[in-house]
T-cell receptor
Framework: NAGVMQNPRHLVRRRGQEARLRCSPM?????VYWYRQLPEEGLKFMVY????????ESGMPKERFSAEFPKEGPSILRIQQVVRGDSAAYFC?????????????FGQGTRLTVV | GQQVMQIPQYQHVQEGEDFTTYCNSS?????IQWYKQRPGGHPVFLIQ?????EVKKQKRLTFQFGEAKKNSSLHITATQTTDVGTYFC????????????FGKGITLSVRP
């Protein structure tokens, strides 16, 4: 059972381009979280999704950011018209459920650099 | 909204010393989890606590959930250089569709 797979591991974009970050959860996991981490800082919640549904997007900027978790395929975090301040590590985590047994398994992250 | 706080953000200890850190929530939690992130790595799940007053041990690490289910502690006995990293607590509220909210973490450095 492969772990949570994120790709690409490193992504460089010029200001104004689009960044698409992919996350394949562990097999059997229907809950996906996206977190952003700046250097020397903690994990900032962005969005929580279940299959085909956005459950909580309270941590995601209203503009330029969107996320989806389709019925088939990976979860996608999209950042349009990137700016330098979007440079960060973006971690995806999946879990099989909430509550007992709902520990989150993290991917290795995508390190986005905007130049 | 729900807040999970970890203070301080950094702590330095001498190898062999004990280390304790705390995690406090503004709201009662259904469960609390602890994660460890090594430098350059990704967070890795350590433990989940569910019951009020629960204590769990993993070798030199002891985790405790407060009686009111609003705080938790992590204690490391006789720290080693392999303990370096950032320790995050994450709390989850009761109810369906409750997200995991992470604290800012505490970065532990160990002097050999």
């Amino acid at each position: 059972n492969a772990g949570v797979m994120q790709n690409p591991r490193h992504l460089v974009r010029r200001r104004g381009q689009e960044a698409r970050l992919r996350c394949s959860p562990m097999k059997g996991h229907s809950h996906v979280y996206w977190y952003r981490q700046l250097p020397e800082e903690g994990l900032k919640f962005m969005v929580y999704l279940q299959k085909e549904n956005i459950i909580d997007e309270s941590g995601m900027p209203k503009e330029r950011f969107s996320a989806e978790f389709p019925k088939e395929g990976p979860s996608i975090l999209r950042i349009q018209q990137v700016v330098r301040g979007d440079s960060a590590a973006y971690f995806c985590a999946s879990s099989p459920m909430t509550g007992l047994g709902g520990e989150a398994f993290f991917g290795q992250g995508t390190r986005l650099t905007v130049v | 909204g729900q807040q999970v706080m970890q203070i301080p953000q950094y702590q330095h200890v001498q190898e062999g010393e004990d280390f304790t850190t705390y995690c406090n929530s503004s709201t009662t939690l259904s469960n609390i989890q602890w994660y460890k992130q090594r430098p350059g790595g990704h967070p890795v799940f350590l433990i989940q606590l569910v019951k009020s007053g629960e204590v769990k041990k993993q070798k030199r690490l002891t985790f405790q959930f407060g009686e009111a289910k609003k705080n938790s502690s992590l204690h490391i006995t006789a720290t080693q250089t392999t303990d370096v990293g950032t320790y995050f607590c994450a709390g989850e509220l009761a109810g369906a569709n409750s997200k995991l909210t992470f604290g800012k973490g505490i970065t532990l450095s160990v002097r050999p």
